[in-house]
């Protein structure tokens, strides 16, 4: 790996076919990776199997494709980091994982989701809503024993670190969060044996060689979360973020993947190319002016992140 490469990303969840919003993101994360002349990855987030829409990860490659975004690894093409499947990455989340134990950084958590959602809405002592009060924290072993003879199957949760957390994001500007103290001690492994989004995600940036990380802003309340993995695990920290605003629908809600008027099958019935899609996108977010069709390269050509609104 050329360390002074920028390295992006987009890792679609094949839970549906992308929407615009989706679609806008993705254009946004090639944009910025080749603009700084890096390398750009796809990664496929298809850990929660059971969420995963068959075909769907095939649909959200050929509709890139479609579209003119290209990548120089991903799970169709391979690349010196993969597998670009979450799903084939288990071992790699089981050693950081361990590493995370042998360091006493993980405990075994019995909450079950009808204690975890009263505990969310009881009116207690300032706690943040949803932050995990540390009910299993410090569990004695005969205690852990006692919940799981119940036949109670663990969590596992992550001690957050009690230090305010400080990054920079390209969009929204420098951000500090004190994790301990708005979502407390978080899941890493869910008690039906999955990994967390926050741990995968950060396992798989960080062997993946990710320098920047562009996403959806509704991602911008998880960063500081996996910053602390980042630390904890020893891997540096990704030099970049930039949390890009969400594409809202007519009404100005956020998209949902099951709307499939909203989604690039729709937009193609109607006629629409590749350069109409692609100009309409970048416009939406004030990188182009509206009604006129765009490339790929005359996209990235002229664009200037500042402008994004
Ligand atoms: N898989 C996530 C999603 O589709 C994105 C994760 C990320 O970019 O960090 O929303």
Redesign the pocket.
Known sequence: MDEHQARGR????PTGALHSG?LRTALLAWLWARQAGGRFVLRM?DLDLPRARPGAAAGILADLRWLGLDWDEGPDIGGPYGPYLQSARQTLYDAALARLRARGLLYPCYCTRAELARIASAPQGGDEPGRYPGTCRDLTAAEQMNRAAQGRRPALRFRAPDAPITFVDRVAGRVTEHVAETAGDFVVRRSDGIVS?QLA?VVDDALMGVTQ?V??AD?LT?TARQLALYDALGYPRPAEYAHVPLLLDASGARMAKRDASLGLAALRERGMTPAQILGMLAASCGLWPAGAPATPGVLLAAFAPERLS
């Open positions: 987009y890792a679609p969840s989706n987030e989004y995600v990380v996403r959806g991602l998880s």
